[in-house]
């Protein structure tokens, strides 16, 4: 696969200033009021409002996954959500595929509620994941031609639609052969064949690059780059800053369930003042970190103050 | 539902299984070599059997000098044996008596000497039986006393049985012949001492002999396997899928979690039932070449061709059965996150099954209305009749028990339905099992009333505890005594738990117990119930004792009656009728029923606090009829918020058992009860027709009262409600 020197970000429009309200004392962005000016060949294909997930803890009574998060993600577009190792990305993703069900808020993919309407949300959406595997007595073809028939193409144009993926992910020569044999590239071929068999409007890649060698993680991202210049709307979750900022337009800090910061490259690094991405990644994580240990410190201290009180 | 899209994954899954050599081997090649391997097994252990010669010890043989003797010439005289063949199977070696003072040197002078000091385990060596004449069995013989030769054998040794059978065989008849002879001497008819021979019949046709032990063997070969080919699909299906990563990718397609479950059940009944139809399929063939080519064992095992009608009813229970066992097996691997951990999940159910599968094999277990009504046991007995030709039993009791496998093959699919779209079974994570910090949380984070674990934790608890405590408790001699242990049963093993758990696991007993006031109307309604439904309860006692007959209870009766007679009445009501209602409701209704309630579904947790409920009464017939009485007064709990009108309720159905009893055994109740001693209640229809009546209208009014829901039920509520409503 021809590796390009840039796999470039198509220019947005820059969106106004946004109206973002802190919250009470934490400094986390509200995306509700943020209405992006959109070219016309874009649409908006997905809004998440204030979603949560909750898990009951043996030890924390309550573990918050995911804390009223929200963003939009559009078309021609890739959306990076970025975040450390159990920040909530995945919870967020496998919500947006409909595998987990939120606790509270919503989320919509072209129209389509995941709560309400998921078996219509799973026909818009592609999903990869480190987590999805393939079969390993299955071949490559039978992989993709499964999904297909499951996304509810029928023989033909499945078929035709088959040699054409084929031949563009160059995946002729693996066509027969299964999944048990097949190398860590190849996989991750057949993976994105059978998330696009049925050509979704919206794909989502949740860290598709983990366990990955340099050349297929570059060879992946290309071919996520290709899916943007065919109108797709892709969310791309990864915690490797070097790829969001080869290939997302826009992207998402995420950390202890809560997204921190919003925006494209360039905002962000206007607003924070660091060019570099990492850098302005570990930022972010240890400002909120601080001010959340400042916060537990505060009530600590409060809970301490009023037992004296009632104590006198 | 897109049926197109469970044929897709049926299609997948089987060609999924195909290709994998473990489940290949499981389900085609182990059954058709396994019995052809048991069989040829058996053909040359019987061979062996039938033509190895016994190797016999005989001490102090050849000194006897009878007629006829029993050695001649170093061998058994031939004369002792039914055909020359039988002859050859005994080879002999013949030891005279050692003199007292000579050493032992060869193993049969050992033998004598061990014989002689009177050991018990003896050294039979090389030898498979020893006989031992003592040195004065000829003059003992000639006497006319008993002379008393003795046959060592070894019971622990197929060998030494055999030889041992062989043996003794010559003798006896060795012994018939001196008998006859000495009537001869005598002058006597031979048949002086046999006056009759005893001719036995058997009635059974030759295709029932044959088909005899089969009906035995072929449905317990069919359930195990049915289970074992369940087994490992689901196991794969689920717990491998979660394993490999697949299953993630699965459900992220358009197909439906019921689309999923359906698709995965259908190919594990369809492994299962190939994996039971190819072992039933080998057993019978290897059967019938057993049956054509070793008549002999065959004759003794009773073992003719199997039925091939048989074939046609396996297949047919077949169905049902695979059914249930696929979709429990699925229910349960879809708790696992592995392969490994999938078998552990699986092995009780093997545990669990073996039994109900073991249980007609045992002797005097015939197929009744009762037994039909056993899961898998019923089937089992069923198909039994069916191969022993007896088609009007069995067609009696085909109804029964196709309905109890029909009710558990769908609450397992159900069940299996549900585990699949639960996010924490599908998603969870491993948990290192920290039970003390399980504990400790129960403690410092109770809330107002116990979670679903205290209340399984106390259910649990009460039952262990009764069930040890009615096997330690002495018998009471006098109604002190009795009196005494009952209370002691019923407040510190029933009521002391659920109050002690109540206090440290809940921040409100009120809450926990349904400590609360009610509706004034309720108490004497819960009393009129009480009445209205005794005859239906008497009713159904009867029914459950038609079912599952009581053991003679005359002697336990007696045991009660004495104990009673110095009671006054106040003390008995007080005994069988208060204690049980407050110790009882206060457990069941009180603090299990409000801990179950968190499950979120306010039927379940009637049905699950009536059925540990009806556990706890120890006797079948009772715990049936506790157990559906049970979820009247769980209801009546829940939909009037307190426990007062469940402890009337209880107080009034219980005394009015005892009271009604003692009315009918003075003869008060001829008018209802007709005459002659009563030793059941068994009302008339039109009298239990209208308590039914009564009670009916009193539901529908419990049934009108405003319910206060706990939180889970609420939230459920909110979700059935919306996956019901009209699409917009």
Redesign the interface.
């Known amino acids: 696969m021809e590796i390009s020197g840039s796999i470039g970000r198509r220019p947005v429009a820059i969106p106004p200033e946004r109206p973002g309200t802190l919250s009470s004392s934490l400094n986390v962005r509200d995306c509700e009021s943020w209405h992006p000016p959109l070219p016309s060949n874009v649409t908006d294909m997905i809004h998440v409002r204030q979603l949560t997930k909750s898990y009951p803890d043996?030890?924390l009574?309550e573990f918050v996954a995911l804390d009223a998060v929200s963003f939009d993600a559009y078309s021609s577009e890739i959306y990076g959500l970025l975040g450390p190792n159990g920040a909530g990305k995945t919870t967020a993703l496998?919500i947006l595929?409909?595998?987990?069900?939120p606790t509270s808020g919503s989320a919509e993919i072209n129209g389509y509620d995941v709560a309400?309407e998921?078996?219509q949300v799973?026909?818009q959406?592609g999903?990869v994941?480190c987590?999805?595997?393939?079969?390993?007595?299955?071949t490559a073809w039978?992989m993709v031609e499964?999904?297909g028939?499951?996304?509810?193409m029928e023989s033909e144009p499945l078929r035709v639609r088959m040699e054409d993926l084929f031949g563009r992910l160059q995946m002729d020569e693996i066509r027969d052969l299964l999944g048990a044999k097949m190398s860590t590239g190849m996989k991750q071929k057949v993976?994105i064949a059978?998330a696009i068999v049925h050509d979704p409007p919206v794909l989502i890649f949740d860290e598709a690059t983990s366990g990955l060698d340099v050349m297929v993680a570059r060879a992946l991202l290309q071919s996520v780059a290709e899916l943007r210049g065919h109108g797709k709307c892709v969310i791309f979750s990864t915690h490797i800053m070097r790829e969001a900022e080869r290939i997302c337009d826009r992207v998402g800090v995420i950390h202890r369930g809560k997204l921190l910061a919003e925006g494209t490259l360039e905002e962000l690094q206007d607003k924070y003042e660091e060019k570099d991405l990492e850098e302005l990644f570990f930022r972010l994580i240890l400002d909120y970190d601080s001010q959340l240990d400042d916060a537990k410190r505060d009530d600590a201290q409060h809970d301490s103050n009023q037992g004296l009180l009632e104590s006198r | 539902m897109n049926w197109r899209n469970v044929r897709l994954i049926l299609a997948r899954e089987i060609r999924d299984q195909l290709r994998d050599r473990r489940t290949l081997f499981m389900i085609v090649v182990l059954p058709l070599l396994l019995y052809p391997l048991l069989g040829m097994s058996l053909f040359q252990v019987t061979n062996f059997m039938r033509e190895h010669a016994a190797k016999v010890l005989v001490i102090g043989g050849e000194q006897i000098t009878t007629d006829p003797p029993l050695i001649v010439k170093g061998k058994i005289n031939p004369k002792l044996f039914a055909s020359p063949k039988a002859a050859k199977l005994i080879d002999m070696d013949s030891f005279s008596h050692l003199a007292p003072e000579a050493p032992a040197e060869s193993p049969a002078d050992r033998l004598q000497r061990q014989i002689l000091g009177g050991q018990t385990e003896l050294e039979l060596g090389d030898y498979e039986v020893a006989v031992y004449f003592p040195s004065d069995f000829a003059e003992k013989l000639a006497a006319g006393e008993d002379p008393s030769p003795q046959v060592f054998h070894n019971t622990s040794q197929e060998k030494s049985q055999i030889a041992s059978r062989r043996m003794m065989s010559v003798l006896i008849r060795w012994k018939q012949l001196l008998v006859e002879e000495k009537l001869r001497a005598n002058k006597l008819p031979i048949t002086t001492t046999r006056p009759f021979v005893i001719e036995q019949k058997d009635v059974a046709s030759e295709e029932h002999r044959g088909s005899a032990l089969w009906s035995k063997l072929l449905p317990f070969v069919l359930i195990i396997w049915a289970l074992t080919g369940a087994f490992y699909p689901a196991v794969d299906l689920c717990a491998g899928e979660k394993e490999r990563g697949t299953l993630e990718t699965l459900l992220s397609s358009p197909a439906q979690r019921s689309e999923i479950v359906l698709g995965k059940l259908a190919t594990i009944m369809l492994f299962s039932i190939a994996t039971a139809a190819l072992n039933l399929g080998s057993l019978a063939v290897t059967g019938t070449l057993i049956a054509t080519n070793l008549p002999e064992a065959a004759s003794q095992l009773n073992l003719g061709p199997p039925p091939l009608s048989a074939m046609a009813w396996m297949l047919l229970a077949l169905l049902p059965l695979s059914a249930f066992f696929s979709a429990l097996c699925l229910a349960l691997a879809a708790l696992a996150r592995s392969t490994k951990e999938g078998q552990y999940y699986l092995m009780p159910l093997m545990f669990l099954a073996m039994p109900l599968a073991m249980l007609p094999m045992a002797p005097g277990v015939e197929l009744s209305l009762g037994t039909s009504l056993i899961p898998v046991t019923g089937v089992m007995l069923v198909l039994r009749e069916l191969l022993q030709g007896n088609y009007a039993d069995a067609l009696r009791y085909t109804a029964p028990t196709l309905l109890v496998t029909l009710t558990c093959m769908a609450l397992a699919i159900r069940w299996a339905v549900a585990q699949f779209h639960s996010e924490t079974v599908l998603f969870g994570e491993a948990e290192r099992l920290d039970l003390m910090l399980r504990l400790k949380r129960m403690v410092t984070h109770r809330g107002l009333t116990p979670t679903v674990a205290a209340a399984f934790m106390c259910a649990i608890l009460i039952l262990i505890v009764r069930f040890f405590m009615v096997l330690m408790m002495p018998r009471p001699s006098n109604f002190g005594d009795f009196f005494l242990l009952q209370a002691i049963t019923l407040i510190v093993f029933v009521a002391g738990p659920a109050l002690l758990m109540t206090a440290l696991l809940t921040r409100s007993a009120r809450r926990t117990l349904l400590l609360r006031r009610p509706r004034w109307e309720a108490i004497p309604i819960a009393a009129v119930l009480a009445m209205a439904l005794h005859p239906v309860a008497t009713a159904l006692l009867l029914v459950v004792k038609k079912i599952y007959p009581m053991p003679d209870g005359t002697v336990l009766s007696e045991e009660l009656k004495t104990l009673f007679a110095d009671a006054e009445m106040w003390q008995v009501v007080l005994l069988l009728a208060v204690l049980p209602a407050i110790c009882e409701e206060l457990a069941f209704r009180g603090f299990i029923l409000s801990g179950l309630r968190h499950l979120g579904s306010k039927w379940g947790a009637i049905v699950i606090s009536s059925i540990f409920f009806g556990i706890t009464h120890l006797m079948l017939q009772q715990s049936v009829t506790a157990a559906i009485l049970g979820m009247v007064i769980g209801y009546m709990a829940v939909q009037t918020g307190s426990l007062l009108p469940c402890m009337v309720y209880h107080v009034v159905h219980n005394a009015l058992m005892f009271v009604m009893m003692q009315l009918a055994d003075d003869g008060d109740l001829t008018w209802l009860l007709g005459e002659g001693k009563i030793e059941d209640l068994d009302y008339p229809l039109w009298f239990t027709a209208i308590g039914a009546v009564i009670a009916i209208a009193i539901m529908r009014w419990l049934h009108g009262l405003p319910v206060e829901l706990s939180p889970e039920e609420s939230r459920q509520a909110a979700i059935d409600k919306s996956a019901h409503a009209p699409l917009g």
């Open positions: 043996l030890r009574g496998r595929s409909t595998i987990l069900q309400t998921p078996a799973r026909r959406i999903f994941s987590n999805t595997a393939i079969y390993d007595r299955m039978e499964y999904f028939r499951l996304y509810g993976s059978r």
